[in-house]
């Protein structure tokens, strides 16, 4: 039996010749097989050691390629200096062989005889015309990045796609894509490198291959992370995992594993760090990618740091510090320095602290985001040490980085998250100057992250010039209440035509937890004022009360929040004094963005006659998206305030998007959608307008919006969460309201929640109403709200007049 046994064995092997079962191992390579590869790579290896030199050579060529694609460097490296047979050198064989020591070279950071082995492999390719000359460019491009050669990279890797692109090799295509997505990232090139990271995903998913796509999921996510967009982040690190784990590229799951350690940082999510942070460090502890291992060690320090543990981090940075001063890290170098001078600082060890910034921003190749924080970490030192001068210039140059740094991004998806990652160091230069008593200026650096939004080339921080908050409290004759909130403190600026004054508020997590309280109690079945709700009357004693003596009777309020207190509408805070009440009955409220917009936004008067563009009665797009019964009385109600010849509808079948487009909306003093509205978490700006179907196409996306200057006096999303659902630092709620003042709105009237199809049309009457009769859209508004509020039927209930609120721009 034995002896059968080895005779079938032995003819299975001649049975497949060895230049078909090397093609085969190949291409579960090109499939991301590599587990399977691995292992037909180790028998055909087993098979012809000792029976053909010239076979076991290539198979052994072969198996270091599959284990540098894993991550075993070393293990690679032995394999591929093994000497070949005299009859292969000068062969394809050898330029495999010298590309692949040149690649494990270059993952052990050895980049000096990576060179050496990689020009080898070109010359011997380019004298036999080989079949390796695209894998040869594509290597020579990830030399060059690690080298921080982005010109010659860029060559390279366009080399290596054009070759890829002429020999039909799609895998070797998309790699080249991903690559040059990461030189476009060294070289701060976000929407660049988005475009190309996006473009390699959707060729990766086409063909169906998991190691190509995990890390074009992976190099995206890079992308999201880097603007501030953690949400996306955390989605795209997280798929990019799985994936890479599927396809047997542990090196690659240690690795986003690492990323997605990053994003829980950068969101104060420690717990989930913690976790995640320990599971990639296990796992980059038995791989040889050094820089993997300290970008774990770091993000571990920076975690103890974010937790008050100095002797934990100190530990995990001495530890990366070991391996980087080694030489076997090169990457990691200026993350270790800023982790080190910010555990000197904790330990008010200045001058140590002082020498790490100080070494980090002499760095030429240092990230700007490093920079940033350098700066602003050296600030912080020099206000320790009572130096508040330097602490201000350091402070400045920070802040003028970051905004340099905004407004470089063309792209409206990544400006808008892009403060995220920066917005603590806006706010410890808030602290610091508040500390000084120096409320002014404070007030103008909370302010200037957010006036970004609508002046995005403002790139300087210097002190205060002709800033007057009061004038434009006597500009929009309003009381102006300016919220900041922050992880420790939080401040309200009152703002009124004469005075400035500063009030402490509780820290950002307190105020945001009880919003969230209160918003749900809207939906639900009792009046919140009528059941005594404690969070509406805790949130106007702690956010309104302390300051109300400062605010006029039935006077115009201007509020411009910050994070949570975005998704609150200060209209229905309970005031308790005489009797529970709404504050809605006490002033007129409007929502803001920014002081700088308050002060540089048009002035109008109200238009007479105004134009009308009426967008409603929408065609069922979807089952999501079913008719709405009482859009038509709406419309029906809205006309009778506009002359036909002052109007223009588009209703039913002709309410499409590009109808919409095409019909001039520049032209319209007033636009109102009476419509389906959707909000997307995500995609912010893919929030959309549901309008009619027209082939594929049913949505006015908020990106379409920002596209199409407009100069409408009002405009009216009657939908749904037409203010959108995801606040980001610096700009507030993004969505369809946030899209058409950037189009050039000057106040919008949008929805925080869900609203109510059966209440809204006569809210909207009472509004239009007022219009016509010469009341400024804010009191209109509160006219209308107010007509339900003191009604005796369920429309009392904040649930039907609420969610709408006024943003505006002047």
């Not at 190749?365 to 210039?393: G, S, V």
């Not at 002060?599 to 008719?627: M, N, Q, R, V, Y």
């Not at 189009?743 to 109510?756: H, K, P, Q, R, T």
């Amino acid at each position: 039996m034995v002896v059968c046994c080895a005779f079938v064995l032995g003819a299975c092997v001649s049975f497949t010749s060895p230049d078909k079962k090397l093609a085969h191992i190949r291409e579960e390579m090109r499939a991301g097989q590599l587990d399977v590869a691995l292992r037909d790579g180790n028998a055909a290896l087993a098979a012809y050691q000792s029976t053909n030199p010239e076979w076991a050579a290539r198979f052994r060529v072969v198996k270091a390629r599959i284990l540098m694609i894993r991550g075993s460097y070393s293990d690679s490296l032995r394999l591929a200096l093994e000497p070949l047979p005299p009859s292969l050198r000068h062969t394809e064989t050898e330029v495999e062989q010298k590309m692949a020591q040149g690649l494990d070279y270059d993952y052990l950071q050895q980049f000096d005889l990576s060179d050496q082995a990689l020009s080898q492999a070109e010359s011997l390719a380019a004298a036999i015309n080989s079949s390796f000359l695209g894998s040869l460019a594509q290597s020579r491009g990830i030399l060059e990045v690690d080298r921080r050669n982005y010109a010659k990279a860029d060559l390279a890797f366009h080399a290596a796609a054009a070759y890829a692109r002429d020999h039909h090799q799609p895998r070797a295509e998309i790699d080249a894509l991903g690559d040059l997505g990461n030189v476009s990232m060294w070289q701060e090139h976000y929407d660049e490198a988005a475009d190309r990271f996006k473009a390699a995903l959707e060729k990766s998913r086409a063909l169906g291959v998991l190691d190509t796509e995990s890390r074009s999921l992976g190099n995206l996510g890079w992308s999201y992370l880097t603007v501030g967009d953690f949400d996306n982040a955390e989605l795209s690190f997280k798929d990019a995992q799985v994936k890479a784990g599927r396809a047997g590229l542990v090196e690659d799951q240690t690795y986003w594993l690492v990323a997605l350690t990053e994003v829980y940082l950068q969101q104060g999510r420690y717990l989930d760090a913690d976790s995640t942070g320990k599971q990639a460090l296990a796992l980059a502890e038995q791989h040889d990618d050094k820089n993997t291992l300290t970008t774990c060690l770091n993000n571990l320090t920076q975690l103890s740091l974010a937790t008050g543990r100095l002797d934990d981090a100190e530990k995990y940075n001495r530890r990366a510090l070991e391996i980087e001063n080694a030489g076997l890290d090169q990457f990691g170098i200026v993350y270790s320095q800023l982790f080190a001078g910010r555990i000197a600082l904790g330990k008010q060890d200045f001058p140590s602290a002082e020498s790490a910034f100080r070494r980090l921003l002499a760095d030429p190749l240092a990230a700007t985001p490093l920079k940033w924080e350098a700066h602003a970490r050296l600030a912080q030192l020099f206000a320790a040490e009572k130096r508040p001068d330097d602490a201000q210039r350091e402070f400045d140059v920070a802040i003028r980085t970051v905004q340099q740094a905004r407004s470089a991004i063309e792209s409206n998806d990544f400006r808008v998250s892009f403060l995220s990652s920066a917005i603590e160091f806006y706010d410890a230069y808030v602290n610091f100057l508040i500390a000084r008593h120096r409320d002014l200026e404070a007030l103008r650096i909370a302010d200037l992250c957010r006036a970004l939004s609508f002046a995005p080339d403002t790139s300087t921080a210097s002190a205060p010039k002709n800033f007057s908050p009061q004038a434009i409290a006597r500009r929009t004759n309003a009381t102006l209440l300016f919220y900041w909130l922050g992880r420790q403190n939080s401040w309200l600026w009152v703002i009124s035509p004469k005075n400035v004054s500063l009030r402490s508020l509780p820290a950002a997590g307190e105020l945001s937890t009880l919003v969230t309280s209160y918003r749900d109690s809207f939906t639900g079945p009792q009046d919140p004022r009528e059941a005594g709700n404690p969070d509406g009357k805790t949130l106007y004693s702690t956010l309104i009360q302390p300051i109300a003596q400062l605010i006029p009777a039935n006077s115009r309020v201007i509020i411009l929040p910050d994070g949570g207190l975005h998704s609150l509408n200060f209209e229905t805070l309970i005031v308790s004094d005489p009797q529970p009440h709404y504050w809605i009955e006490d002033a007129t409220l409007i929502t803001a963005s920014s002081l700088s917009q308050l002060e540089h936004g048009a002035t109008k008067p109200p238009p007479t006659p105004g134009t009308l563009l009426l967008i409603g009665e929408a065609l069922p797009a979807s089952p999501d998206f079913p008719p709405l019964p009482q859009a038509g009385k709406e419309v029906g109600l809205l006309e009778k305030y506009f002359d036909p010849s002052h109007r223009l509808e588009l209703l039913g079948g002709a309410a499409t998007p590009q109808a919409f487009l095409r019909s001039s909306p520049e032209k319209f003093s007033y636009l109102h959608f009476a419509t389906h509205g959707t909000a997307s978490s995500l995609l912010p700006l893919e929030s959309a307008v549901i309008l009619s179907p027209q082939g594929d196409s049913y949505k006015l996306y908020a990106r379409d919006v920002v596209r199409h200057p407009l100069n409408a006096y009002l405009v009216t999303i009657s939908a749904c969460n037409g203010a959108g659902v995801k606040t980001y630092a610096g700009e507030g709620l993004v969505g369809l309201s946030w899209a058409f003042l950037h189009a050039g709105a000057d106040n919008v009237i949008a929805g925080l929640w869900e609203v109510s199809n059966a209440s809204t049309p006569q809210l909207m009457d009472q509004l239009y109403k007022g219009l016509t009769a010469g009341q400024d859209p804010a009191t209109a508004l509160r006219n209308a709200k107010l007509s339900l509020l003191h009604s005796t039927g369920n429309y009392r209930k904040p649930f039907y007049w609420a969610p709408f609120l006024l943003y505006s721009a002047s």
